[in-house]
Structures are given as structure tokens and as C-alpha cells.
């Protein structure tokens, strides 16, 4: 009876794996033989249940194992080489001759002469000893793919060694063990699922066996049950062995328990889905090549953008790629409204549409969850506490709606449809794709939103910074107006006064025309007339002309002096302003030196402003002294002098540095390239 399960439970295996084959479209030597030799293993565990078959002798038991190691040998053959087209070429190769020829011998020669048992001990011994010899010759030819190898080396030298230890023993006793006949078949039943494997990882053989998740999620449930009950079996016999005479009791609530226990396990949705989704998870391959999809959504997400609703194409593109999807609309969801931003192959958003979308932010803010609305209609207890409008649903020309997130709020939603095509059904492994591609997609566009604000601030930012300088010049006009004016009454009759008089004015009106022309173009001109200039000749004017109205007046100290590529007037009025500075840091009676000289080690110009003011400590310098619009002036400032200096030397290529020791002084040192 032992065996008989076993061999009957091998048959139905073997039933299922042939049944399995014959699905497979695609022809080839490959699948003909395993055809073959499934079907006679199947033939041959059949023969083995003796409720069917009856009793089996010797002489059956020896022509049966011949039979199938002939079949395997034949296709084992095959597999030595992956160029065999059909049949006729694996038989005419010589090789072949002599795989077979074992095999052929055992059942011929007992035809033309009287032998022993022992012949075929013997002969089954060598058989079973020639394939695994064949298979380690297979395996080590396969190379890079042993791997796809392995299983199906597995299986057929598992089976053969069992067999090879039951032909080995037979031999030296000179009769079969009893024990090995009842235990194939359980082996040969357990080694089944890797055939299977190896049928899947050989991909030249060309069979791709396809097993339905239901029929897995199935099987599961029942291998489960069977399981379960057998466990419980067992309790309540032991129960019943040792619990004397209220055992019987015991083992029957058990039964009824378990029964009631088991009931609610597998008619549990939630339970049946968990396993399903493990199954699908660890036991089959993905429905996507993540490696393809992601460099096509990169791709279509790369694409150069100058708008906002480029970007938001762009994006609708890469969700409608992410899953073939030809139709679809991209909105934006604020307190009051739904404002449509990008749309494909459909018309704008109708209201029915529009009042679902505003239905979906509630909800998606709560749970994040992907929508497939064909499945709510279908199933609404998949979709927990959401409510939809069933008329705006019959309105609603989309499938899917993603929502979009920013700071965990969400921000619109890519409403998908296809028009023609198999539609996407949302199973554990779709959201988890779909979650990934929103989260990146998401990313893409807050990320070009928060750019196109930044540039945007950067030209209000760049028109302010501009009118910050012009305010600045202005203030520098102002004074020199005011200095005209405070020295008109006095020397008004003076015609060297006049004359200076005229060309202040000429100089005022060329500043005021530079920054009307600013103003215009809304951008401050960084480019002047650069040319090589003398620095001494600027620095005197500057002292001569706008210097004179504080003290100390400064003076000028020229050691060397090379000629430097600069703007003019803009380094005058760096020159001024820091002049001006270390003017007003400093007490009347002391000094404001300006000096040249060259530094020949580092091939630059040197400008030192230097005055025996207050000087500053390190903090401030640090943290405060280029910082715009930050002065200790006061209203009487802008706090852009030494900030506009520094900028200024780096455009050119040069240096400021700063050197100052509270109560002592402080050096402006300003170092210019020299060609």
C-alpha cells in the first residue's frame, strides 16, 4: 500500500508535467524528447501500482528500468550538444552509438542466448553508472551556464545514484531489496519540481512552462490544509494514546476546532491575498524589466525644458510610458480648484472628472493610495472609506488616478486611460512600480518648479541688487552736487571754480546717463572698456577730485608700477569707496596712505589703502564686512562699498585682502593680475 501512493502520487506528477508540455507552442527536439521521457516515467510509475497494474515480477521490473534508462540516455545524449535540429542527427553521431548501446545490449542478448539475473543487476549498474558519468561530462561542458544546468544534473543524478545503490546492492546479494522498489517511487515524486526548474532556466530548449498564480495560490492552500491536519492528526492520536479515557473527547473538540480554524483561514480575504502576494513575489518573474522601464523614464524625463508646461508634458509622458498607457491628464489641486496642466490624446477635463478629482484629495492625503477606478466600481471594499460620486463615475473617461505628493500634501494627480490595448490591473507589484515611478516623476517636477521660482527670484533679486548700486551712486552724485553748492556762494566769481563747476556737472551727467541706461535694462552692466591703465594716474584723480572734503587727505606713495587691464571708471570707484571708508575710520590727525608696488613672485599688482583708524577684529571681517546692506554707518550708508570691491577684483581675476587690528588700523590690499 506504501508503495502504491507512491508510485500513484508520482504518476499524477508526471501526468501534470506532460499535460504542462503539451501546452508549449514551440516545437523542437528538446521538448519532443522530454515529451518522451515524462510520459514514459509516467508509463513507468503506473506500472508500478499493482491496485492497477498487479503484482509486479522480476522480469517487468527489469524490462521497465531498461526502457526508461533507455529514454533518458537517448536525451541525455541530446543535451551534450545544443545544435541538434532533430532526431536523425543525434543518432548518426558516433558518440551516441555507444551511449545506447548498454542499454540495447541488455535487451537483446537475453533474446538470442539464456542469462542470470545477475546479467541484469549488472547491466542496470552500468546504465545507471554511464548517465551520471554523462551528466558530470555535461556539466563541466556547460561552463558559464552550469547554473542553468544544475537542476536538471540534480535531478536525473539523484534518481540514477538511488538507482546505482539499489542495482550495486541487488548485484551483491542477487536479488532486489524490497525497500528500494516502495521508495522510488516517493524519490522520483519529490525530484519533479526540479525538472521543472530546469525546463524554465534552459532557455535554448525553448519551453517557458507557465503555471497560474490561482492554480499555485491553490495548491498552496491545499498543501496548507493537508498539512494542518495531519499536525492536528497527530495530536489528537497522541492525546488519545496517553489521555485514557477522556483522550477520545479531547481529539474530537480538536477536530472540530481545527476544522472551524482552518475554515475561516482559507475563506479569509485578507489571508488569501497576503499568500497570493507572496507567491507572486518569490515564485514568479516580475511583470516589468525594471532595467528598461527606469532608463525609459529617465529618458523621457531628460528631455531640455524652458516652461513649466514642458515639464509638465514631460511628465505626463514618462507615466503614460511607464505602462504603455496612450491617453491621459496631468492636474494641479489647490483649496478651491483643479487646474488642468497637461494633457494627451484627450479632451479638457469635464466636470464630472473634476468633482471626483477634488473627492480624491481628501482621501489620497489620508492614504496615499493608487485609484483604479474600474476596479472601485467592481470592488469598492478594496478602497476603504473612499466615496465617489456613481454618476461622476459613469462621466469619467480615465482608469487610474496617481497621486501626486509635495510635502506629504498632495499636489495634482496624472489621470491615465488607455483607448485601445489591455488595461493594467493594479496588483501589488503594478502599485509598487507606479508608487516608484509617481515618487520620481514628483521629484522631477518640484524639482523644475522650485527652479523656475529661483530664477525668477534671482531677476528680482539681480533688479534689486542693481537699484541697491544706483542708490549708492546717486548718493555719491548728490554729495558732489551738494559740495558745488556749498562753495557757490563763495566762490562764484571765480572762474577756475566755474570750470571745475562744469566739468563736476559733465561727470554727473555721464553717471546719471549710465544709470538711466541700467535702469532701462533692468540689469546691471558688468562689462566696461577694459584697458591697460596705469593705476597711479586713476588712484591721483580719484584723490584730487572726490577725496578732499574729509580728513585725513590722502596721500600717495608710488614704489613700482606696471600697467593693469582694468576698467577705469570701475576701479575708480572701487579706489573711492575704500578710500572714502578708511577717511571715516579714521580721527582727523591721522593717516590714509595709498601705495603701489609690484610683487614679482606672484606677478602682481599691489594697491595698499591703509589708514591708522579703529580697525576691526576678526569676527567682523568675517561675518559682516562683505556682507551686502549690512553697515555701521547707519542711514548714512548702504553697506555695499567693500562688497562691490571684492566682487569686483574676483571678476577680473584678482584679489582683496584684508588685514586690520582694532585700535591700530586697517590695510586693503588690492592685488591685480599682470599679464
Sequence with gaps: MIADIGYGLSFLAYMVLLLLLLTVRKSGLAKHLLVLGTMVTMV??????????????????????????????????????NDFENIWQVLARPATFFILLPPVLTLLIPTLIPVTQSWYYFMLTVMSLEILILLEVMYRQAGSNQWTYKPLVLYLGTAHLFEFVMYTNATMVNQVEIGYIAARGYIYLLLTPLLVIAMRRIKHWGIDIFISRDVVLHSSLLLVAGIYLFCMALIGYAINYFGGSWGATVQLVLIVMSLVLLATLILSNSFRTKIKVFITKHFFANQFDYRIEWVKLTQALSTETENLPQVYCNALKGFLGAINYDQGMLVKVSTMDVEEVGHRNIDNLNSAEAKLVRQLTHYCNKTAWLIDFDEFQIKPFNYSDLQLDREALKACRFQL????FKA?????????AQSEGELVSLNWE??????AVTDQVATYILHNEAAMTVAENAQFAAFNRMSAFVLHDLKNVSAQIDLILCNAEQHKSNPEFIEDTFETLHYTKARMDKMLRQLTDKKIDKVGLDSA?????????????????LLPLPTMKKIEEAAVVVDPEKFANVVYHLI???????PDDGAVTVQLELDHESNRQLVRIEDTGCGMDQTFIKQRLFKPFDTTKGNAGMGIGAFDARNYMESIGGKLFVTSVVGEGTCFTLAFPLD
Excluded: H, M
Excluded at 591703465?533 to 572734503?549: G, M, N, P, R, Y
Excluded at 572714502?580 to 579714521?586: E, G, L, P
Design 44 to 81: 513507468w510509475s503506473l506500472g508500478f501500482v499493482s491496485i492497477i497494474a498487479g503484482p509486479v515480477n522480476i522480469n517487468y521490473l527489469f524490462t521497465a528500468d531498461i526502457l526508461k534508462q533507455l529514454v533518458w540516455l537517448l536525451f541525455i545524449a541530446s543535451c551534450l550538444r
Design 401 to 404: 488616478a496617481l497621486p501626486i
Design 408 to 416: 506629504d500634501k498632495v499636489w495634482g494627480f496624472a489621470l491615465l
Design 430 to 435: 503594478v502599485r509598487d512600480y507606479l508608487t
Design 533 to 549: 591703465e596705469k593705476l597711479s594716474s586713476i588712484i591721483s584723480t580719484v584723490i584730487d577730485s572726490k577725496c578732499q572734503q
Design 580 to 586: 572714502s571708508n578708511a577717511q571715516q575710520a579714521t
